[in-house]
């Protein structure tokens, strides 16, 4: 079975392979590495560990670096995408310039999301026609940022099968797992919403619903995602909306604790992407180190915990006649009546080798749902920019964002991203 990472010098693919490595239902495995060329020098170095790795694990795997993008795609039948168009000096100038207007400066949230995602939907979609011509029934999971704007570009324009993955659902499943102090196995949940922005509506233990008993309790006291830092007040939050947000959620609820410490990393430590970019450079000199033959306990600190898991789990069930039930981002259908059916929506899907079926979630909770829709309005509106290259749209789709304040902060980020990527977004007219 052959499976592409498109993205692959980044310092996540340890993560992904070392998953792939413990599943049988990949063998024999063959992985093809692609990233644009001044990715090369650290695709090598990875796909050097990926070899080691294999031969700890005495798996059998052919690990190739190919040199252009249909070389990778041809005869896989998985597409995961990871790349950062720009890569970390846009990250970090995503987060910078919206501190400059006084706006929270995050990847996947408000401006910086947005400048990701313009900078992104191009790249992805010429991605997609690749696998059109050369591999039509291959999947494409999607890791991308911000996956559930991505997603929604792949499944509005063009014929690729997608789905978008993220880490967060399975990282509050196993904060659940420690509040009831049982084994994760043991526990399921329910979420809806969007990537990001989505909320467990129940948990269950052993098939029972625990949720609303939990919150009682006080339960839900942590958060195990590793680049979002917690503030005080997320257990009232929990307590008045009778659901567990997702911890991005504290840039909407909190938004002036989390920009007080964005303004304080970016004048101290440095911002977020800088932090990382000092970080990628250590895991690099320890994915060249010829004696480490395993992912490194440095990665978790990456914040990509349960990446591989996630991964892994959703390409097997894809494999399989019975499958698995897991929160995903996928085309909503009928799922969530207060949101169009094309819409992408982070939801529980049942998934098995006959694709991807969103389960009814419902109608959005009253306490969360203008801002879901709000969200939704920004998300769809920023695909048809890019797709359009509308320069009108963009600024409309910051518009509907609660992050933005304003139709004088929504025309600055437009014209900063024009003046600093014209490169990736194209002329908008």
């Not at 000096?89 to 313009?118: N, S, V, W, Y």
Request: aromatic letters at 6%; charged letters at 20%; hydrophobic letters at 40%.
């Amino acid at each position: 079975m052959k499976i592409a990472i498109i993205g692959a010098g980044s310092s996540y693919t340890p993560e992904i392979i070392q998953g792939l490595l413990h599943s049988k239902t990949f063998a024999p495995l063959e992985v093809a590495f692609y990233d644009l060329p001044e990715g090369r020098g650290r695709v090598e170095t990875i796909c050097g560990l990926a070899g080691r790795m294999a031969n700890k694990e005495g798996v059998t795997a052919k690990f190739t670096i190919a040199d252009t993008l249909p070389e990778a795609l041809a005869g896989c039948r998985f597409v995961v995408s990871q790349f950062r168009v720009g890569l970390m000096q846009a990250r970090i100038h995503d987060e910078r310039m919206p501190l400059a207007l006084g706006l929270l400066g995050q990847e996947t949230t408000g401006a910086g999301g947005f400048c990701k995602a313009m900078r992104t939907i191009p790249a992805t979609l010429n991605l997609a026609r690749q696998m059109e011509q050369t591999c039509p029934d291959a999947w494409l999971i999607n890791f991308t940022n911000p996956s559930g704007i991505i997603t929604e570009a792949v499944l509005r324009h063009s014929s690729v099968r997608c789905v978008g993955l993220c880490n967060v659902p399975y990282n509050m499943r196993i904060d659940a797992a420690h509040a009831l102090d049982v084994p994760v196995e043991r526990v399921a949940i329910k979420m809806t919403g969007l990537n990001h922005l989505s909320y467990i509506t129940e948990v269950l233990l052993d098939g029972e619903p625990m949720l609303q008993t939990m919150i009682d309790r006080g339960l839900f006291t942590s958060q195990l995602v590793k680049n979002i830092p917690s503030v005080e007040g997320v257990q009232d939050l929990i307590a008045l909306l009778r659901l567990v947000p997702s911890p991005y959620l504290q840039y909407y609820y909190f938004e002036q604790e989390m920009l007080r410490r964005e303004r304080e990393d970016a004048e101290g430590p440095g911002t977020r992407g800088e932090q990382i970019e000092a970080m990628q450079n250590e895991l690099f000199s320890l994915y060249a180190d010829p004696t480490l033959c395993e992912k490194p306990k440095q990665l978790e600190m990456r914040g990509g915990a349960y990446y591989s898991t996630v991964a892994t789990l959703l390409m097997e069930a894809l494999c399989s006649p019975q499958g698995l039930e897991m929160p995903l981002c996928c085309r909503n259908g009928s799922a969530i009546p207060d949101l169009e059916p094309d819409a992408v929506v982070e939801i529980n899907a049942l998934v098995n080798r006959n694709g991807v079926q969103p389960l009814a979630a419902g109608p959005l909770p009253a306490a969360v749902r203008g801002l879901i829709q709000s969200v939704k309005a920004y998300e769809s509106r920023t695909v048809e920019a890019s797709v359009n290259h509308s320069r009108t749209m963009a600024v409309e789709a910051l518009m509907h964002h609660p992050l933005i304040h304003g139709y004088g902060n929504a025309v600055a980020i437009v014209d900063d991203l024009c003046k600093t990527f014209p490169q990736f977004v194209g002329e908008l007219r």
